[in-house]
């Protein structure tokens, strides 16, 4: 028996999402290999963007096998197709590793833009932080950056419902003048986030206080093996975050 649309999204807890037309994505691959939408159709679609936190090896073809990658990007969106097969949902995976938020703003006509997603997840900020320690750039024009990201993204998919997950560090044994150092930056950078998402009336994934939260159950190795990219524990627990916020802070579409 199919799932009626309200009945998805008010178990999922995104009641309000049911007054807006959600195109539905198809998968077509141009040239590049790329999966191109066809906005014909009704399912949500949703794009996750970042660094290699989100590409999570994933292929840059048409091998399903491996096309989400193996993070959190993955587990979000494997649970929910699975647990609703009847609503047409499509997922994207743009992560790119290695990316900064001016690679970001580079590929976002063509990763973002011309995607017309329904809901887009950035994760952004790792990447940057070695090169503000070493003045390449500063926490200000990274944060200038992101708003140009953001700016464009409302001014061309107004529509579109945005999630900022908020860059995040687990440290174990790194020199303690790195870690301070590293520690400074990401602080400042999930002061931003958090002040964007308000800004930009966006839904803010806040990362940092349960990742400090989970030492409780496991040392830090068991959920971030290098202070920074997630073990597979590690991934599982931003997908569960990324899924309750959602679900938690969406009702506000469409009132």
Sequence with gaps: MQVSRRKF???????GLTGLSFPRLLSAINSKGRILNNIKGKGLSILFQGDSITDGARTRNQDWNHIMGHGYAY??????WFDYPKEELMFFNRGISGNK??????????????????????????????RIISKEYSIEEWEV??????????SELPNTTLILCE??????????????????????M??????L?????????????????????????????DGVHPMPAGHELIARIWIKEVSKKLDFIGK
Excluded at 9 to 15: H, R, V, Y
Excluded at 145 to 154: A, D, F, Q, V
Excluded at 190 to 195: A, E, H
């Design 145 to 154: 950056n992101y708003k140009k990201l953001l700016n464009k993204t409302r």
């Design 9 to 15: 999204f008010t178990k999922l807890g995104l009641t």
């Design 101 to 130: 938020v001016t690679d970001l703003l580079d590929r976002w006509q063509e990763d973002t833009i011309d995607l017309k997603p329904d809901v887009l997840s950035i994760m952004i900020g790792v990447n940057d932080v070695a």
């Design 190 to 195: 999930q002061v931003i986030v958090r002040q």
């Design 75 to 80: 587990l979000v969106s494997s649970r929910l």
């Design 197 to 225: 998402a308000k800004n930009y009336n966006t839904i803010h994934v806040e990362l940092q206080d349960q990742f400090n939260l989970s030492l409780k159950k496991a040392p830090a190795k068991y959920w971030v093996w």
């Design 167 to 188: 860059p995040f560090l687990l440290i174990d044994d790194w020199p303690k003048e790195k870690a301070v150092a590293w520690e400074a930056i990401i602080f400042k």
